[in-house]
């Protein structure tokens, strides 16, 4: 006997529908015949662990599974459900997968949302998906050696030769995406730059090297088509002589559909929305912008159906030129019906946009190397502050965003027409702000883990599979579905699958969440835990470092037990098990995002301080007796606006309970609370003529009338369902991109208690240390400071009880002092202790990089030599720069040195001396005191 709800049952016929509308033949298990088709969906399929949801079966053998849930299910969980039943055995029924292997193809699904992951990918990560995907495509994943995914992983090293530095750091960039599995990029390249034969590079390599089969080049208009086409027709492959199109088929995409042959589709959204939903445009449209086409008046979103003509997997990568608004606003659910990678080209990329693309801006004009901060700290609070998280944002109008239903998780297009201007408050309650979550879960990857983890040497993670073993962490999430997205984005931020982030919550079920809890204190691969309160109080996870907070605390009593869940002692053994790469556990590091180290913890519960009345107030009032038209006006416009946002399913069930429908309830207040009938109405009902009504009159023919019109809301079902579904209806979901702020890092305590520590060495060490003392107590013409001394200060600091890294010195200064503080280092060269000590021991009033003080030192020695009649010819003043440089990268310059690079490439030590002759030596000597002064 089948045990779901009848909300799983209904679910369970529309994922039928959309099975077979991809070309499955659905199936009971005690009808089965697995040859009815290509691809066949077995409902209720046993395994030796229970019944499967749905087991699929390709060419007669098992190759998925789908755990089906009801409407509104968070998914994020489920996959475990799924993975359970891949790995399950089932009698006499043959698999694609080998004994104890995972079959390949696993979703989730309600009737609303999709989730699905290929276990042969080198890392498996679900992803949302439009559909399912048709039997003949998986049955050619089969066949193939390795996934789309897995073949990524082996391309290449570009070859530079015919390419500039711009778009060799754009398919890097791209390339590297690509390899992580994250879904979108966005490459921004100036016009002129040459992002088609970017574009077309990137193309052929993924075409060869990836054996991609099919591309879709998405363009802007038509003639931008014809170029682009031009553009594939004219490239040269590399190291082979012929064209692109000699070795494979380019088109534009016309009546006639996307051929299986094609490798490269070019296409206008206008045209591949046409061809979608079957409808027909004329050739014309295309030709237009579609900047032009969204601002044209009365413009509707784009809402496309599954297409078996073209399925979800029709393409492998879908390349979007000139990437503006009107792709996510017109057309997003055009491009979100692909399952595909997105990478979008744009000149001049806006927070929308970086925003819809999840921020990965892959490249732009020149490729920057991240600084990774290597600090040695203690235990203390890490503050990370967004844009949005302080301040909120505001929804420019005419921007189309998604609204989501809370209770379904179902999602529509809606076009605002006013600015939607939201506060931080409101951020995972009525707004949902995707690109908060992943910009904290970056800054805590990016800046929090290397500054608070240094000897962990975050510089290696490009390939090792656990990060080089993130120290286990715990989040503390708002709700169960707040636990869901940041979790997705984890995964995707840490380039991680399931395995390394997972939620513990209620909603999981308590035996799966203590499984899981269970798993978090041993598995050295689990790294990252998110949580709403299951292990907010009580739970001992002793090799926990981080705690992070992504939800606010109001209970002083409550914060104190959820930071204790990091304060638990372990040996350095048992921790080096789970975290291989940990010396010891010494501290752990609290990680605010919200604010939650800075707010009033009180016991006591917040007053109303709202002056209008809510809706449940109103509500209250009119089953209380209150019969003013005023109420009852409010009353019914309010009740309107609330049906306009309600689903289908909603309306009924606040038809069963009110016994009408809600239209109709607001419809009779509203009518009969106009003017001009309740004035018909007095004057009948008191014989005065309009004139001569007082208010007093109008209210009391009026209310026998409310009596009757609020009989419904003496029910109080009524009013706790009106008040749950206006309160969690739906939630505007803002996509752009968030920032981090200034405030991201140590709070000022820990800023003030690191250059306490600094002074302290320098008082402790400055008669000991020869660096230190020449820099002290002798005049700018001796103060010759060797390499070797610099190095012998930075191995002293380094040790106990000091444990100072110069560049978070400079970082706390830079926040205590910021006028003062003239910019950070590029790098962490040992000279720039040279202007951290002249700073600490008030020799100059300025901190700012040895490289600049070098450089501005050496103009004013120039300009000196020139007053007193030295010129210097064009040669002597390119030597002159070298050695500059070299005392700035080393602090001194040496005859020795004219034997290195860069000197002795032109002449070395002999040259130096035809060029300067008996004043070489009197030169160096100079340059070495004045130009660190």
């Given at each position: 006997m089948q045990n779901y709800s009848i909300n799983e049952a209904l679910s369970r016929e529309q994922i039928d529908e959309k099975l077979a509308q991809a070309g499955w033949h659905v199936q009971d298990k005690h009808r089965m015949n697995l040859y009815a088709g290509l691809g066949v969906a077995i409902r209720e399929m046993d395994t030796n662990t229970g019944p499967a949801d749905y087991m699929l079966f390709i060419d007669g053998k098992a190759c998925g599974i789908i755990e089906a849930k009801r409407e509104g299910t968070s998914l994020g969980s489920v996959a475990e459900q799924s993975g359970r039943y891949s790995t399950s055995n089932t009698s006499y029924i043959k698999r694609w997968s080998e004994d104890g292997q995972p079959l390949p193809f696993l979703y989730e699904a309600t009737n609303v949302e999709i989730r699905f992951r290929d276990e042969r990918d080198p890392i498996p990560r679900s992803r949302f998906v439009f559909h399912f995907h048709k039997p003949e495509t998986l049955h050619e994943w089969l066949q193939e050696e390795q996934t789309f995914r897995a073949r990524l992983q082996n391309l290449p090293e570009l070859d530079p030769a015919g390419l500039r530095d711009c778009q060799i750091d754009a398919i890097n960039g791209i390339e590297n995406s690509l390899k992580q599995a994250k879904p979108r990029a966005l490459l921004q390249m100036a016009t002129g730059a040459g992002k088609t034969f970017t574009a077309v590079t990137q193309v052929y390599r993924l075409a060869k090297f990836a054996k991609a089969k099919r591309i879709l080049f998405l363009v802007d208009r038509g003639n931008l088509g014809r170029q682009a086409k031009a553009e594939f027709e004219n490239y040269t492959v590399p190291n082979d002589g012929r064209k692109f199109t000699s070795l494979y088929n380019v088109k534009q995409l016309g009546a006639a559909g996307v051929g299986d042959d094609i490798k490269v589709?070019?296409?206008?959204?206008?045209?591949?929305?046409?061809?979608?939903?079957?409808?027909?445009?004329?050739?014309?449209?295309?030709?237009?912008?579609?900047?032009?086409?969204?601002?044209?008046?009365?413009?509707?979103?784009?809402?496309?159906?599954?297409?078996?003509?073209?399925?979800?997997?029709?393409?492998?990568?879908?390349?979007?030129?000139?990437?503006?608004?009107?792709?996510?606003?017109?057309?997003?659910?055009?491009?979100?019906?692909?399952?595909?990678?997105?990478?979008?080209?744009?000149?001049?990329?806006?927070?929308?946009?970086?925003?819809?693309?999840?921020?990965?801006?892959?490249?732009?004009?020149?490729?920057?190397?991240?600084?990774?901060?290597?600090?040695?700290?203690?235990?203390?609070?890490?503050?990370?502050?967004?844009?949005?998280?302080?301040?909120?944002?505001?929804?420019e109008a005419g921007t189309t965003v998604q609204v989501r239903d809370k209770l379904t998780k179902a999602k529509r297009l809606q076009k605002l027409d006013e600015d939607e201007t939201y506060q931080a408050t409101q951020i995972d309650r009525s707004v949902i702000a995707p690109n908060q979550i992943r910009t904290i879960i970056q800054g805590f990857k990016d800046r929090c883990l290397p500054e608070c983890f240094p000897e962990r040497h975050w510089q290696g993670q490009g390939t090792d599979k656990h990060m080089e073993w993130v120290p286990k962490t715990l989040i503390f999430a708002k709700d169960d579905d707040h636990a869901d997205r940041i979790m997705d984005a984890v995964r995707e931020v840490f380039n991680q699958g399931n395995d390394f982030c997972k939620k513990v919550t209620y909603k999981v079920g308590k035996k799966t969440a203590d499984e899981t809890i269970g798993e978090f204190r041993t598995s050295p691969i689990f790294r990252i835990a998110i949580t709403v309160d299951m292990i907010a109080t009580g739970t001992d996870i002793k090799p926990l470092e981080c705690v992070i907070f992504m939800r606010d605390v109001k209970s002083q009593a409550y914060y104190e037990q959820?930071?204790?869940?990091?304060?638990?002692?372990?040996?350095?053994?048992?921790?080096?098990?789970?975290?291989?790469?940990?010396?010891?556990?010494?501290?752990?590091?609290?990680?605010?995002?919200?604010?939650?180290?800075?707010?009033?913890?009180?016991?006591?519960?917040?007053?109303?301080?709202?002056?209008?009345?809510?809706?449940?107030?109103?509500?209250?009032?009119?089953?209380?007796?209150?019969?003013?038209?005023?109420?009852?006006?409010?009353?019914?416009?309010?009740?309107?606006?609330?049906?306009?946002?309600?689903?289908?399913?909603?309306?009924?069930?606040?038809?069963?309970?009110?016994?009408?429908?809600?239209?109709?309830?607001?419809?009779?207040?509203?009518?009969?609370?106009?003017?001009?009938?309740?004035?018909?109405?007095?004057?009948?009902?008191?014989?005065?003529?309009?004139?001569?009504?007082?208010?007093?009159?109008?209210?009391?023919?009026?209310?026998?009338?409310?009596?009757?019109?609020?009989?419904?809301?003496?029910?109080?079902?009524?009013?706790?369902?009106?008040?749950?579904?206006?309160?969690?209806?739906?939630?505007?979901?803002?996509?752009?991109?968030?920032?981090?702020?200034?405030?991201?890092?140590?709070?000022?305590?820990?800023?003030?208690?690191?250059?306490?520590?600094?002074?302290?060495?320098?008082?402790?060490?400055?008669?000991?240390?020869?660096?230190?003392?020449?820099?002290?107590?002798?005049?700018?013409?001796?103060?010759?400071?060797?390499?070797?001394?610099?190095?012998?200060?930075?191995?002293?600091?380094?040790?106990?009880?000091?444990?100072?890294?110069?560049?978070?010195?400079?970082?706390?200064?830079?926040?205590?002092?910021?006028?003062?503080?003239?910019?950070?280092?590029?790098?962490?060269?040992?000279?720039?202790?040279?202007?951290?000590?002249?700073?600490?021991?008030?020799?100059?009033?300025?901190?700012?990089?040895?490289?600049?003080?070098?450089?501005?030192?050496?103009?004013?020695?120039?300009?000196?030599?020139?007053?007193?009649?030295?010129?210097?010819?064009?040669?002597?003043?390119?030597?002159?720069?070298?050695?500059?440089?070299?005392?700035?990268?080393?602090?001194?310059?040496?005859?020795?040195?004219?034997?290195?690079?860069?000197?002795?490439?032109?002449?070395?030590?002999?040259?130096?001396?035809?060029?300067?002759?008996?004043?070489?030596?009197?030169?160096?000597?100079?340059?070495?005191?004045?130009?660190?002064?």
């Open positions: 589709t070019i296409s206008t959204i206008q045209r591949l929305y046409s061809q979608l939903s079957g409808k027909e445009m004329d050739d014309e449209t295309e030709e237009h912008s579609t900047y032009e086409i969204e601002s044209a008046p009365n413009q509707k979103v784009r809402e496309v159906s599954y297409n078996p003509a073209i399925p979800i997997e029709q393409f492998d990568l879908i390349i979007i030129d000139e990437c503006h608004r009107s792709i996510y606003n017109l057309w997003r659910q055009v491009i979100d019906y692909f399952d595909a990678f997105l990478i979008g080209l744009t000149a001049t990329p806006t927070k929308k946009t970086i925003g819809f693309f999840g921020q990965n801006l892959v490249s732009e004009y020149t490729h920057e190397d991240a600084i990774i901060d290597k600090v040695n700290v203690g235990y203390d609070i890490y503050r990370i502050k967004t844009k949005k998280s302080e301040e909120g944002d505001t929804i959820m930071k204790g869940r990091g304060t638990r002692v372990i040996d350095a053994d048992a921790l080096q098990k789970v975290t291989p790469d940990a010396v010891a556990k010494t501290r752990f590091v609290l990680v605010d995002a919200v604010g939650v180290t800075e707010t009033d913890k009180t016991e006591s519960k917040s007053l109303e301080s709202k002056p209008s009345v809510s809706t449940f107030k109103l509500m209250e009032q009119v089953a209380r007796g209150d019969r003013h038209l005023d109420t009852l006006r409010s009353l019914g416009n309010r009740l309107m606006r609330l049906d306009i946002k309600l689903s289908d399913k909603q309306r009924q069930r606040v038809s069963q309970v009110a016994g009408k429908p809600l239209a109709l309830l607001a419809g009779e207040l509203i009518h009969a609370t106009n003017e001009d009938t309740l004035i018909q109405n007095a004057v009948i009902a008191t014989g005065k003529i309009e004139d001569d009504l007082s208010d007093k009159d109008i209210q009391c023919t009026f209310e026998p009338t409310a009596d009757s019109l609020v009989k419904p809301f003496h029910n109080p079902d009524l009013r706790e369902l009106l008040e749950e579904l206006r309160k969690d209806t739906e939630q505007i979901i803002d996509d752009s991109a968030d920032e981090l702020i200034e405030g991201t890092g140590y709070d000022s305590e820990k800023a003030e208690q690191l250059i306490q520590n600094w002074q302290q060495f320098i008082q402790d060490h400055k008669n000991e240390l020869d660096a230190i003392t020449l820099i002290y107590q002798k005049p700018y013409q001796q103060r010759h400071l060797s390499y070797d001394l610099i190095e012998q200060l930075a191995d002293e600091i380094k040790q106990p009880p000091y444990h100072i890294a110069p560049l978070e010195v400079w970082k706390a200064y830079e926040q205590l002092e910021k006028a003062k503080v003239k910019g950070v280092p590029a790098k962490e060269l040992l000279t720039n202790l040279v202007s951290l000590i002249r700073f600490a021991t008030q020799n100059v009033n300025e901190l700012e990089p040895f490289e600049n003080t070098v450089n501005k030192n050496y103009q004013v020695w120039l300009n000196q030599m020139q007053q007193t009649g030295t010129a210097f010819n064009a040669e002597q003043l390119d030597w002159l720069n070298k050695i500059k440089d070299q005392i700035a990268q080393n602090a001194e310059m040496t005859l020795d040195d004219f034997e290195y690079t860069p000197f002795n490439q032109d002449g070395g030590l002999i040259k130096a001396r035809q060029l300067f002759g008996q004043d070489l030596n009197k030169i160096i000597q100079e340059l070495n005191g004045y130009l660190i002064a």
